[in-house]
C-alpha cells in the first residue's frame, strides 16, 4: 500500500498575468467597440471580484479575462466574417453555450 493520493490533480488553469487585466481594459478602451466592450467588461469584472471574495477563488477573474482575450482576439475574424455577408442566424450566442458547459 501507498500513502500517495489514488488520483493526480489536473493542471493548473493558465493564470493570465498580474497586469493581464488592466492591460485588457486599455486594448478595449483603444477598440471601436468600446462604447459597448469596456462597460461590458467592468460589470463582469466587478461581478468576477465578488465572487473571488466569496469563494476565495480565482478562477472566475480567469475565465473573464480568457474569455474577454477571446473575444479580442477574434474580432478581426468576426469583422471579416460580417462583412463578407454571412448569414449568422444559426448560430448558438457563446456566452449561452459557456453556461451550458458549466452545469
Avoid: K
Amino acid at each position: 500500500m501507498s500513502a500517495q493520493p489514488d488520483h493526480t490533480p489536473g493542471p493548473a488553469a493558465y493564470a493570465p498575468a498580474p497586469g493581464a487585466p488592466a492591460e485588457l481594459l486599455a486594448q478595449l478602451r483603444a477598440d471601436r467597440r468600446a462604447e459597448r466592450w469596456v462597460p461590458a467588461f467592468e460589470e463582469e469584472w466587478a461581478q468576477a471580484l465578488e465572487e473571488s471574495r466569496r469563494t476565495f477563488s480565482l478562477n472566475t477573474l480567469y475565465e473573464v479575462v480568457h474569455a474577454w482575450q477571446a473575444r479580442l482576439a477574434s474580432a478581426p475574424a468576426v469583422d471579416a466574417f460580417a462583412a463578407a455577408g454571412h448569414d449568422e442566424s444559426g448560430f448558438m450566442d457563446m456566452a449561452e453555450i459557456r453556461g451550458r458547459r458549466r452545469r
